[in-house]
């Protein structure tokens, strides 16, 4: 067994550690940074892969082991599954959410999770996956911070809207003044409602 | 004990709740009438002294003033009869804050584990390469519809307030009313200041006008510049000046 | 190769199969489409639930569960690992509004806006709307009456907390026992109760 590196992880054993980092990063990863990650030798994340290995045998999730990187996957046995869950997602009804959200990023793109959720008043999170799956917005890292993102409709969404560009979307102008207003007026109300500071 | 200074500047209450909560743990009370009580005046005199108040948040304050001032009341003058309402406004205010500061307890300890070890789910917000499949139904004008209807129900900046408070009259006028009224007829009765009718249903309003008036009135007896007499129960409250020179109010 | 679909699957338990799909999604799954992907009734997607949260014991991943929605994330044990991969800031402050607010909707849920305000004292507008924008609480119509909104805590929120399940919040079973003593004592006196309301 492991031995255990700092009190706080000390429940999990290596491989379980190394299953929720390949989990969470959800793409091919090198063995290096794992190593680093998790503060072991080379030898030492052998092992460890090997014994996840073993845990996953006949589990739904396999390791995919390239030369130096690792990446976690649904097994291919579950594969048939799979395709139907993906069919299903891409010709899902938008829903009346969807929709709301592919106007929002429309109107506003390039714009942050952040302002799109702003403005709905809930969570995007969901809804923006699934417009990226279907191809219908992307994400790019903003320009002014390389470490946030910003969702822009695709050019295959310009293309089944039949325009060239988004300001080409119908009274394009007025739809920014009006988004515009609001985020300055709640900026401005923010501070004066339903609080009482002494 | 008299009510004492007390000095809560720059402290941010969540509403007349948390403050009150707050004055009662000050002094170390459990949450009972006769703590209530204690409290009043101390209550009183903090949304006497904030003066950016809201006016949505004002009201609320009020509303709960006028129960304090119900208990503050009984416990000055015990001849005092309640209607059954104000003695369950009394009691609902009790059993308020009681659950209010059990759950202000729970939220201690959600806020010791919020994000102390979270669980995560995967940084890869899409597994797989995106397949462009648009509904048949997503054209231009859709979108001009939906952001429409994103935008008609953005929130509307405070309109809520207006109903609540319309009635509502502030301390300081009513103090200030009470003092000249006072002033000019050295004995008058409570009803007739505040408008009660013996016998009447008062409305909301009227009601929280009375309470209000009460409170101001109470302020002068505690302050010593009126004394308040009530013959027999059920009967008028009598407010006469104690002292002849009157301080002046700006 | 994979001339039929069902041999290929028949090798893996229907745990496994779960595993499959929740790690897929990468988000939170109503049960209800779950066993229509996995063709099986309530009943056996519960003991395929049961089965494989044994099978994650001790592993880097864990299920959360409320209700009627699982979701697939990294054990709370594997936080401090996964933190230091972590771009962007947590967002962990929720000021005493926000904390006050989410404790009365995580031990009281469903609870309806006006029984908050109730219990607060004040309007939770803002605050309502800002713990929807953060993904901590959700809206839904009230069972009783679909014309009025009900909030409820989020999987997110749960996965904030680092607890598997809503009643593995601090002192959860008291605090039921509390309220519904509050509750019954409550309807007493409900007739002369004064709400403040907008």
């Known amino acids: 067994m492991p031995e255990e590196t700092t009190p706080q992880q000390s429940n999990l054993t290596l491989d379980a550690k190394l299953e929720a980092l ?61 395709e139907t869950l993906i069919k299903e997602d891409l010709h899902r009804d938008l829903g009346k959410a969807g929709v709301e959200t592919l106007a929002i990023i429309a109107y506003k ?12 008043g809930v969570n995007s999170s969901f809804i923006l996956r699934n417009l990226m ?34 300001s080409d979307l119908p009274e394009y102008d007025n739809v920014q003044q009006e988004i515009k207003a609001f985020y300055e007026n709640e900026k401005t109300s923010e501070t004066t409602t339903e609080k009482v500071t002494d | 004990m008299s009510s004492g200074q007390f000095t809560i500047k720059q402290e941010s209450f969540e509403g007349p709740l948390d403050l009150l909560l707050h004055l009662i743990e000050k002094r170390k009370l459990h949450i009972s009438d006769v703590s209530l009580a204690k409290v009043a005046d101390d209550y009183i005199a903090h949304i006497n002294s904030t003066e950016k108040m809201p006016v949505a948040e004002s009201a609320h304050f009020i509303l709960i003033a006028s129960t304090l001032t119900l208990i503050k009341s009984k416990s000055l003058l015990p001849m005092l ?8 406004d009394i009691d609902d205010l009790e059993r308020r804050l009681k659950e209010y500061q059990r759950f202000k307890e729970l939220s201690v300890g959600l806020a010791n584990i919020f994000g102390k070890n979270p669980m995560f789910c995967s940084e890869k917000q899409v597994h797989i390469d995106p397949v462009f499949s648009p509904e048949e139904n997503t054209t231009t004008t859709t979108l001009r519809e939906a952001i429409g209807s994103v935008l008609a ?11 609540v408070v319309q009635k509502v009259i502030s301390l300081e006028e009513m103090i200030d009313n009470l003092t000249n009224r006072v002033m000019s007829s050295l004995k008058m009765s ?45 009967d008028d409250i009598e407010i006469e000046t104690k002292k002849v020179g009157i301080p002046q109010y700006e």
């Open chain 1, 133 to 166: 799956v279907r191809g219908l917005i992307e994400r790019t890292s903003s320009r002014q911070d390389a470490r946030s993102f910003v969702y822009s409709p695709t050019i295959d969404l310009l293309g089944h809207l039949g325009i060239e560009r988004i």
């Open chain 2, 190 to 234: 409570f009803s007739e200041f505040s408008g009660k009718k013996n016998g009447k249903v008062l409305s909301k309003e009227e009601k929280v006008n009375v309470v209000v008036g009460f409170l101001a009135m109470l302020e002068l007896v505690k302050e010593g510049i009126v004394s308040v007499t009530q013959q027999k129960e059920f």
């Open chain 2, 81 to 88: 009869d309640l209607t059954e309402e104000e003695q369950s």
């Open chain 1, 109 to 120: 793109a390039p714009v942050a999770k952040r302002d799109i959720d702003y403005i709905r």
């Open chain 1, 22 to 82: 390949l989990f969470f990063k959800g793409e091919p990863v090198k063995k290096k940074k794992l190593a680093e990650l998790l503060d072991i030798t080379g030898p030492e994340l052998e092992q460890a892969i090997l014994s996840l290995e073993q845990t996953l045998s006949g589990r739904g999730l396999r390791i995919i082991h390239k030369e130096d990187v690792l990446e976690l996957r649904t097994a291919p046995e579950a594969s048939a599954l799979i």
């Open chain 2, 153 to 163: 129900s953005l929130p509307k900046p405070e309109k809520m307030a207006k109903t």
